[in-house]
């Protein structure tokens, strides 16, 4: 989804020191609604996550109206980390953070770099500083994501993490108009990472923790991945599904919406591969329909009843 | 003696609003730029030494104003310039080439004469 840039404060008239400003018509010409509600639409619940958001959307336009009137403030500072379990949407999040950000105007350009601990960290001396500036340079302008990075640090006196570290955090203070960046990992993770980081803690303004999705909102993310993919669920499969969720949350390795994605791609499978095997003549229902047989051959309700004969 | 060479060497010396307007010209064409200098502006000299590898991958000129600037410090007494490259097939050239900065003093060069065999004149040029 593209919303194009707002106006930027140059082109628009400044105003006067008693000029007064209808704050709603700010809003719909800067299209700030639009695009909230967009992304409410489109992510599911993450209450925390949209409340921030909403929050810098506001600051943005406070700003840019403040700028009108010839009030100067440094640059907002739009660092984030964004912590949470697996697959509670933080990459999602970062990706429409490039798009939602250019559409308030406050990035340039509409692009995200994706970094990880391989691209910015050197293997010898004196390979980190070019690599990681390498990969600074090319974010200019956008957002820099870079996934787990407590992986940046290592206890090692050998490890050149450190150094990535110092340039990134540089940059982070020196370069707050041109870049944002977003930092991300698991929890407990990331907070040991700032524990001897805590130069990087104090520049990054926004620490945003995204909450573990709960059923009801596991079900209606599995219910917008299956319209998106153009299925649907038969009737009586919608509980067998939410069974399935349910089940599926208490066992290890739980990784929320991307479980949910991974179950719809086994039913997918199984959908094609009884269709194959049991009819002959298929019509454009059978093609989008996804039935319970297709959730229940799962190995998650196998150990849940296990079948006789079988051994446990 | 004022050197003037590529884009723009009719203008007076861009501004580094200007340079990134021009940046971003290129890069919406899709040009990497790079950056070179030296401290020999003569004019078949056209191979500077190149500051770091061209910047390819950039979508904003913030980055290669980053890159002009830490030559800029690096090299505070040589001349610099910005190339852009045009890669598309049927051109393959630089698209735009201009001085970002000279040294505060600029060498001038005069006319040198050398005569050869049967009264013939060969001309060069050299820095003074």
Redesign the interface.
């Known amino acids: 989804m593209e919303f194009g840039t707002p106006k930027a404060v140059e082109d628009l008239p400044p105003l006067t020191p008693d000029a007064v400003v209808d704050l709603s018509q700010e809003r719909k010409d800067a299209r700030t609604d639009e695009i909230l509600n967009a992304l409410d639409d489109d992510l599911i619940g993450l209450v925390p996550v949209k409340t921030r958001i909403r929050e810098i959307a506001s600051l943005l336009l406070v700003d840019r109206l403040r700028a009108r009137f010839g009030l100067t403030s440094a640059p907002p500072n739009l660092h984030m980390c964004f912590t949470g379990s697996p697959g509670t949407g933080k990459t999602t999040v970062a990706v429409r953070m490039a798009e939602l950000l250019h559409g308030l105007g406050h990035i340039?350009?509409n692009?995200l770099v994706t970094a990880s601990r391989d691209d910015l960290v050197g293997q010898h001396v004196g390979h980190t500083a070019?690599k990681t500036r390498d990969v600074?340079?090319?974010a200019?302008?956008?957002v820099l994501f870079i996934d787990e990075a407590y992986a940046l640090h290592r206890d090692s006196d050998r490890d050149y993490g450190q150094e990535a570290i110092e340039i990134l955090l540089q940059f982070m203070e020196n370069?707050r108009e041109?870049?944002v960046v977003i930092l991300a990992g698991y929890r407990d993770r990331m907070d040991e990472f700032f524990a001897v980081n805590p130069g990087m803690s104090s520049r990054v303004a926004h620490h945003i923790d995204f909450p573990d999705f709960d059923l009801a909102e596991l079900e209606s993310i599995g219910r917008l991945m299956l319209a998106e993919n153009g299925y649907a669920l038969a009737t009586d499969a919608e509980p067998v599904f939410r069974d399935y969720l349910a089940l599926r949350s208490t066992q290890p390795r739980f990784a929320n919406a991307r479980s949910v994605r991974n179950a719809i791609e086994r039913a997918r499978l199984r959908h094609a591969n009884r269709l194959t095997a049991t009819t002959d003549r298929v019509g454009r229902a059978d093609l989008m329909t996804l039935r319970p047989e297709d959730f229940l051959a799962s190995r998650v309700f196998a150990t849940e009843r296990p079948e006789p004969g079988t051994p446990t | 003696m004022r050197v003037t060479q590529g884009s723009f060497s009719f203008l007076p010396d861009l501004t580094d609003e200007e340079i990134s307007l021009q940046i971003a010209y290129a890069l919406d064409r899709g040009w990497p730029c790079s950056v070179e200098y030296t401290d020999d502006p003569h004019p078949r000299n056209f191979l500077w030494d190149m500051w770091g590898l061209p910047m390819f991958d950039l979508k904003d000129p913030a980055g290669v104003l980053l890159e002009i600037n830490e030559c800029r410090r690096a090299h505070p007494d040589s001349y610099v310039r910005l190339n852009a490259y045009d890669a598309s097939y049927g051109r393959q050239t630089t698209a735009m080439q201009f001085i970002v900065q000279r040294p505060a003093e600029e060498r001038s060069f005069r006319l040198v004469r050398q005569e050869a065999a049967d009264r013939r004149i060969s001309y060069t040029l050299e820095q003074r």
């Open positions: 340039r350009k692009h070019p600074l340079r090319r200019m302008g956008g370069h041109d870049l």
